[in-house]
């Protein structure tokens, strides 16, 4: 078959998920010879025991599927002996999967429907934000701690209402090892009565909880327990992750409709696993075995900490689980942030971790180091990071600068400089627009005086419906304008961003929105709203994701020219809303009016920034173009105003996160919005 004749991939659901960061530094670990603290898998040795009972089990032929639900027998001791007198009903209310991932997905999707709001924890787990986003549910993130430290109780309890179809905790907390709170039970209690909402407790750390202090389960709550669903893992508890066997305890309404879902999906797991479990769990070498997992697990969390002790490196001690977070500001190298510092330090240092960005950009910079590891493989991680140079003091730019407040995804700042290019194009002369956009940007000296550069609408050939001029892309999706773009972004130290006509690999055009980071980083948005005025809905594809990108500590929404008119398209109903709306255009000066009045609405009804780039001059097809590019506050103030004389210019305007904080805070119209999304 020719590749010609393959049909065109649909779009992405979660276009803005990629590989996981577990599997990117768990290969990056085994490239460069590194040793690996970064996957959350022990070093530890099954117990001898359950090794045994399960070559017994496929020696005794239970190699063929297990019942859906899980091994009968299995279910009993998870409901009689797990779960010692709780009531749970084997038959009706435990399911065995895949490992918790499984269920949890199968418990979300049966419970899930578009416009469902999930309220998490922020930092989370990185599974539960795809999982309600395919079901076209909104997820809410609320703070994991609040201003005193503490587990933040009236933050989960103040994001929950009508809306909330799902509540997500997870304790011991990955990535942080925090564990719940009475208080923070008592107050989802009380804002979850008479709701709809329903409780999902993550408990696969379960019984691994240090320092004597309380584990408060929700299945133990009076008034939680009956809206509770509870994950656990059999792989955590025994050093036996690959086995992928996990449950969903929760109550018999629930547990039929995600079994409805997990049949068709996972169906059954490891029979020979299922079986060497039930064989095991009687012994006195397996009740040993669960009494003393814990206290191991504290034992090694305080030898790590211990050998921290000569290093820069700061942190809170693990409540629980077995990850211990640590921040690394004082490592970080000039313009580095804790991604490339985990890289960096298993490239160099030979040493794998999680950089805690990839959970989430409230994060301070900091990497995760899992601990379930024999004290050999403990030591040896101490000897690597004690080994490691303390750079950061070289580097004044982390040192003084109000702006600075965390190091994350590069500088992250509270003030954010934006530049605008308003230019004339060259009509289907991507050469000569591109050489004068680079002699533009190093003229203006903008790695000095911006962070953002915005380019207008199909800014290397003008607004075009020629068939011949969109740039062809290769198979990964890149083509010579992307590469541009990253070479002058990285150059310039500055986010690049702009429109381009394009082509991929299987002959379908598309308008293109490229975000280039100067580390390296290219997000693309397809032009949803085609304008069919100009009939560019014959000659290019329409997009049909909204892509919201997080640089710098600052979340910007990617929009093209004619999404302008579609409000609904832009509607910051995110948690947390977007900072930014970036609008690049090609807008007729006959509708000059038009462009400035809605640039200013959006940025009113979203209480956010908005940057609108036009272009001027004349194109081939005979339209005038008078530019009006603006930056405008949440106010619908002007910052900077181009004004219509149709000249090439720049303007520039400083954004400030803390004053747009203050703003949404005095003004909390976002609170009231309707919650809706556009869907496909």
């Known amino acids: ?23 990117e530094m768990s290969a990056l670990a085994q490239t460069c010879g590194a040793l690996n603290m970064a996957q959350g898998f022990p070093d530890l040795a099954t117990p001898k025991g359950l090794v045994k009972a399960a070559q017994e089990a ?26 010692k007198g709780m009531g749970y009903c084997p038959e009706h209310e435990i399911t065995i999967g895949a490992g918790a991932s499984s269920v949890l997905f199968a418990a979300m999707t049966a419970l899930l429907r578009a416009g469902d709001e999930v309220v998490v924890q922020d930092p989370c787990y990185d599974l539960y934000a795809p999982v309600a986003k395919l079901q076209h549910a909104r997820v809410v993130k609320v703070p994991l701690v609040n201003d005193r430290g503490e587990m933040n109780a009236d933050g989960l309890a103040s994001a929950i209402n009508h809306r909330t179809r799902l509540v997500i905790l ?40 240090h320092d004597g202090r309380p584990d408060p389960r929700p299945s133990n709550h009076p008034q939680l327990r009956g809206r509770t669903l509870v994950a656990g ?42 079986q060497a479990l039930v064989t095991y769990l009687e012994t006195d070498e397996a009740r040993a075995h669960l ?143 591109l050489a004068s956009i680079a002699n533009e940007l190093t003229r203006l000296d903008v790695a000095g005086t911006a962070d953002v550069v915005v380019l207008p609408e199909m800014f290397t050939t003008g607004f075009t419906m020629d068939p011949s001029m969109p740039e062809a892309l290769d198979l990964e999706g890149r083509g010579a304008t992307s590469e541009w773009m990253l070479a002058q972004a990285k150059h310039h130290d500055v986010a690049l961003a702009g429109s381009v006509a394009v082509r991929d ?48 500590g600052w979340t910007f929404l990617l929009q093209t020219c004619y999404d302008l008119r579609f409000p609904g398209f832009a509607r910051n109903h995110q948690h947390p809303p977007y900072d930014v709306a970036i609008y690049v255009a090609n ?53 900077a105003d181009a004004d219509g004389d149709g000249q090439s210019k720049r303007i520039e305007a400083t954004l400030g996160r803390e004053k747009l904080r203050a703003f949404r805070k005095a003004l909390p119209f976002l609170e009231d919005a309707d919650r809706f999304g556009i869907f496909t």
């Not at 779009?11 to 577990?22: A, C, L, Q, Y």
């Not at 859906?68 to 279910?75: I, K, T, Y």
């Not at 011991?172 to 008479?194: C, F, K, Q, R, S």
């Not at 992750?241 to 079994?259: D, F, N, Q, V």
């Open 170 to 209: 997870n304790s011991p907390h990955n990535p942080t090892g925090m564990v719940t709170t009475e208080a923070v039970l008592d107050a989802l209690a009380i804002a979850m009565e008479g709701t709809s909402a329903w409780l999902i407790s993550d408990e696969v750390y379960g019984p691994l909880v």
């Open 291 to 433: 009494d003393t997992v814990g206290p191991i697990y504290e034992v090694k969390r305080d030898r790590l900490l211990a050998g921290l002790k000569d290093t820069a490196l700061t942190w809170t001690p693990a409540e629980g689980g077995y990850f211990q977070v640590v921040d690394v500001s004082e490592y970080l190298l000039e313009g580095e942030n804790d991604h490339d510092l985990a890289r960096r330090w298993t490239r160099d240092h030979g040493l794998a971790t999680i950089p805690m960005s990839a959970f989430s950009k409230r994060c301070k910079p900091s990497v995760r180091i899992c601990f379930a590891k024999e004290d050999a493989t403990i030591d040896k991680a101490l000897s690597l990071l004690q080994s490691i140079p303390i750079l950061a003091t070289q580097n004044p730019s982390f040192s003084t600068g109000p702006e600075m407040i965390e190091k994350g995804q590069g500088h992250v700042t509270n003030r954010l400089r934006v530049m605008a290019l308003q230019l004339d194009l060259h009509w289907h002369d991507p050469s000569a627009n």
């Open 58 to 83: 496929m020696d005794a032929g239970h190699n063929q599927y297990a019942p859906m639900a899980g091994n009968a027998v299995l279910r009993k001791w998870i409901a009689h002996s797990y779960y």
């Open 1 to 23: 078959m020719k590749r010609s004749e393959f049909p065109g991939l649909p779009p992405s659901k979660i276009p803005n998920v990629g590989t996981t960061i577990f599997t």
């Open 587 to 639: 807008w007729p000066e006959k509708r000059r009016e038009a462009w400035r009045t809605l640039l200013q609405a959006r940025a009113i009804e979203n209480q956010c920034f908005v940057v609108g780039v036009n272009r001027v001059g004349a194109d081939g097809s005979g339209h005038c173009y008078a530019g009006d590019s603006m930056v405008v506050d949440m106010a619908g103030a002007c910052l």
């Open 505 to 552: 690999h299987e002959g379908r055009a598309w308008n293109r929105f490229w975000w280039a980071t100067p580390e390296g980083t290219l997000v693309s948005y397809d032009k949803r709203h085609l304008f069919t005025l100009a009939q560019e809905a014959t000659h290019y594809e329409a997009g049909d994701a909204r892509i919201e990108v997080e640089w710098r």
């Open 233 to 274: 893992s059999f792989g955590k508890l025994f050093h036996a992750t690959g086995w992928k066997i996990g449950w969903m305890a929760a109550p018999k309404a629930i547990t039929s409709e995600l079994r409805k879902v997990h049949q068709y999906d996972v169906f059954s797991t490891g029979a020979p696993f299922q």
